[in-house]
T-cell receptor
Framework: SQKIEQNSEALNIQEGKTATLTCNYT??????LQWYRQDPGRGPVFLLL?????KEKRKERLKVTFDTTLKQSLFHITASQPADSATYLC??????????FGGGTRLMVKP | NAGVTQTPKFRVLKTGQSMTLLCAQD?????MYWYRQDPGMGLRLIHY???????AKGEVPDGYNVSRLKKQNFLLGLESAAPSQTSVYFC??????????FGPGTRLTVL
């Protein structure tokens, strides 16, 4: 069966360091992968989309990689700030504009 | 633009009661979705719609019904609520850009 795995344990890092979150998947051949941010009590907010033919994508302090051989995406936040503390969700296209989400990883950035 | 709005924000039901959750979007999006989010389970797709007058089942459709009579509205109904339906419900919509826009969520408790 199709499966998306994100580290369910919280990631704690110091302000200014680079945070790296992992999304692994099995039994998928997604055309694209997305990352969302979710703050407590709020809906997810779209951050980045990377397509299967793209190795890397950047947006300000964010960087996403997509390795279709390893079936893995890495999400990096450079120069992290306490305001980056949130839960980050990865999502893969299932078919026809539908997404399947991972369980999310909570990031805590300490000042 | 208000984006995606959901009503109500909170609701408490007794087992067996019925209710309807309303989702509205003002972005002229064709696709709309209903998800539920439970601790440790991530977002799971309940039902979705690819256009006005169309609906389809997602991953966890049992116990729910939906209607899309107008393009901007997507209704989620619970005919006979059960404690297992206690969850946070999110509506989302998308146009041609693949990224989904989420509402603020409805927190439902079934006693």
């Amino acid at each position: 069966s199709q499966k998306i795995e994100q580290n369910s344990e919280a990631l704690n890092i110091q302000e200014g360091k680079t945070a790296t979150l992992t999304c692994n998947y099995t039994n998928y051949s997604p055309a694209y992968l997305q990352w969302y941010r979710q703050d407590p009590g709020r809906g997810p907010v779209f951050l980045l989309l990377i397509r299967e033919n793209e190795k890397e994508k950047r947006k300000e302090r964010l960087k996403v990689t997509f390795d279709t051989t390893l079936k893995q995406s890495l999400f990096h936040i450079t120069a992290s700030q306490p305001a980056d503390s949130a839960t980050y969700l990865c999502a893969l296209d299932a078919a026809g504009n539908m997404l399947t989400f991972g369980g999310g990883t909570r990031l805590m950035v300490k000042p | 633009n208000a984006g995606v709005t959901q009503t109500p924000k909170f609701r408490v039901l007794k087992t067996g009661q019925s209710m309807t959750l309303l989702c509205a979007q003002d972005m002229n999006h064709e696709y709309m979705y209903w998800y539920r989010q439970d601790p440790g389970m991530g977002l799971r797709l309940i039902h979705y719609s690819v256009g006005e007058g169309t609906t389809a089942k997602g991953e966890v459709p049992d116990g729910y019904n939906v209607s899309r009579l107008k393009k901007q509205n997507f209704l989620l109904g619970l005919e006979s609520a059960a404690p297992s339906q206690t969850s946070v419900y999110f509506c989302a919509s998308t146009g041609s850009g693949n990224e989904q826009f989420f509402g603020p969520g409805t927190r439902l408790t079934v006693l």
